[in-house]
């Protein structure tokens, strides 16, 4: 009997991860996080919960591409597996640097290219060329001894790819032809009507711009946009501007993509940010990280002047090329407000077609059921709405069709059997969400928030500070409440505490004082860094900020 049971990516985005047993053997498609809503202080990331893994371990951990929402708990999954990680070249770069920052050495990464296969136990999984917003992502067909799973990771159907990687339409119409058992396919997009569209159709809206800019042009997008980077670098060419990649994210994923062939910039044409003063503004190209608000990313710190290298004027324009992610709409918000204060022209989404999603719309999804039509479909990738609204399509797709595929609306946790009396849910195993602090890593035990481990040991503190809406001044004494926070003088260190929290405030410019998002970013930072040098704790800071 197959077992299959998504840990995550059903009724959320993000967090996507999919374990698939038969017998003994388990094996896990893609390790994903999700960012938590800015509100959520002292929490970096969100991992799904591993109980159901801890209890079989996995044989190899299989990854579809290198978007954060499949890759970002990699880190925190490899310790419940046992064997290597699996994906192509690019996505396997993007892992490298987490291994190391977490210490982690010996693993095996294995290279997989389209149309190749690996046999793990009783699986034989193979890769499937598809295209999506960054290069080298991949589909699986997952051959087991219960027939084909087919998983389509995320994808939109590219029919002008940048690198002239082509979506492998005929490996699923094959595939299809041959017979598939179950098809696991991305929702994201179901509520969009028609097809996407290829990324080459940002091209005219930036084309625009770079015409009609006459200063500094700042271009914010995810790090992992490796083709809007190609883009942006090739008209940063045509139009003679240099260019500046400005961001740790962004910095990073640019010499990997660079490294392996991805990214094709000429010489000469890119400098570093510290260089960005020595040339005239419009002989400037920022790509830069902050597309979704950060507190912490390079756009923030432009934005509020408090950027090294980059300042923003009158003349210059930024551009947001990425959709708002649900949740962090204020935080952009405010970042487009200090822009606007600054003079700075800020373009997005709903005033040109400077983004185009990665996900397929309703039409590219069906073209996807009718290539592969299996026995049994699993819409897999979004909320609840866009999972079930997937299975409304299907039924259309589907209709009078025979034998007529099953739909099956699974949530997280539902184990899903499939055997020769059929496909059914028979139970349900632990799933919920691991907050991950992470100034802890490397103690996975200890970076469980909700066993609440780290709240007994070390405490929490909650400052409280009142600022003034319009000037940004401190009202009154900061109070520091504490919980689980015992410590011998700590009456002294409190009023320290008050203390520092005051100067904290003071030195930080108007603009941070009343930007809520940014004051507590910075609060929790400081007030971290204090504790754990004044008592060699590690409590949980959550800021709260009254304006006054
Ligand atoms: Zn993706
Ligand atoms: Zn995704």
């Not at 310790?79 to 990680?85: A, F, R, Y």
């Not at 499939?418 to 632990?430: E, Y």
């Not at 009023?495 to 030195?507: K, L, N, T």
Request: one cysteine or more.
């Amino acid at each position: 009997m197959l077992e299959i049971v998504a840990l995550g990516g059903l009724g959320e985005f993000g967090m996507n991860m999919l374990a698939i047993s038969w017998a003994e053997t388990t094996i896990v498609v893609d390790a994903g996080v999700m960012f938590p809503d800015p509100e959520l202080l002292g929490v970096d990331r969100i991992i799904p919960d591993l109980t159901y893994l801890q209890q079989r371990r996995a044989a190899a951990l299989i990854l579809t591409h290198g978007h954060e929402d499949h890759i970002g708990a990699v880190p925190h999954v490899l310790p419940v597996v046992d064997g290597p990680i699996y994906g192509t070249p690019l996505t396997l770069a993007l892992v490298e640097p987490k291994l190391e920052e977490h210490g982690i050495e010996g693993r095996q990464l294995v290279p997989m290219r389209p149309r190749e296969r690996v046999t793990i136990g009783p699986f034989i999984v193979e890769f499937i060329r598809v295209t999506h917003s960054m290069p080298d992502c991949a589909a699986l067909a997952i051959h087991t001894p219960a027939g084909v799973v087919v998983h389509t990771g995320d994808f939109k159907i590219d029919q002008t790819p940048i690198d002239g990687e082509h979506f492998d339409v005929h490996r699923f119409a094959q595939l299809g032809a041959e017979g598939v058992l179950a098809l696991f396919a991305d929702s994201t997009n179901i509520d969009r009507r028609g097809f996407t569209g290829s990324e080459l159709d940002v091209v005219e809206a930036f084309e625009e711009i770079f015409t009609s800019v006459s200063g500094k042009l700042i271009v914010a997008a995810f790090a992992s946009s490796i083709y809007r980077m190609q883009i942006l670098v090739d008209l940063a060419v045509q139009f003679d501007r240099k260019v500046a990649f400005v961001g740790r994210g962004m910095l990073r994923n640019s010499e990997i993509a660079q490294r392996l062939g991805y990214l094709r910039i000429p010489a000469g044409v890119q400098i570093r940010d510290s260089e960005i003063g020595n040339y005239p503004a419009q002989d400037v190209l920022c790509l830069a990280t902050g597309s979704q608000g950060e507190p912490m990313s390079a756009l923030s710190r432009i934005a509020i002047d408090d950027h090294r290298s980059v300042k923003v004027g009158p003349q210059d324009t930024v551009v947001l090329s990425a959709r708002s992610i649900p949740g962090n709409e204020k935080a952009i918000g405010r970042v487009i407000n200090h822009l606007a204060r600054r003079g700075a022209d800020v373009i997005y989404e709903g005033i040109k077609h400077v983004h185009v999603s990665g996900h397929g719309s309703e039409e590219e999804l069906k073209l996807m059921l009718s290539l592969v039509k299996p026995r049994y479909f699993v819409p897999v990738h979004g909320e609840y709405r866009q999972l079930s609204q997937h299975a409304r399509i299907a039924e259309r797709v589907f209709a009078g069709r025979d034998p007529k595929p099953e739909i099956l609306l699974a949530e997280n946790g539902d184990l899903i059997h499939l055997d020769a009396d059929g496909a059914r849910i028979a139970g349900k195993a632990p799933v919920g969400r691991v907050l991950i602090d992470d100034t802890r890593t490397g103690e996975v035990g200890d970076e469980v928030l909700r066993d609440r481990r780290h709240l007994a040991e070390d405490g929490l503190v909650v400052p409280v500070v009142a600022i003034n809406k319009q000037t940004g001044a401190l009202e009154g004494v900061p109070e520091i409440i504490t919980r689980g926070f015992v410590m011998e003088n700590s009456q002294a260190l409190l009023a320290d505490g008050a203390r520092f929290i005051s100067d904290v405030v003071e030195q930080a410019s108007v603009e941070e004082r009343t930007d809520q998002g940014l004051i507590k970013e910075k609060l929790r930072v400081e007030l971290r860094r204090f504790f754990r040098k004044r008592s060699g704790r590690r409590p949980f800071v959550l800021p709260v900020i009254m304006e006054i």
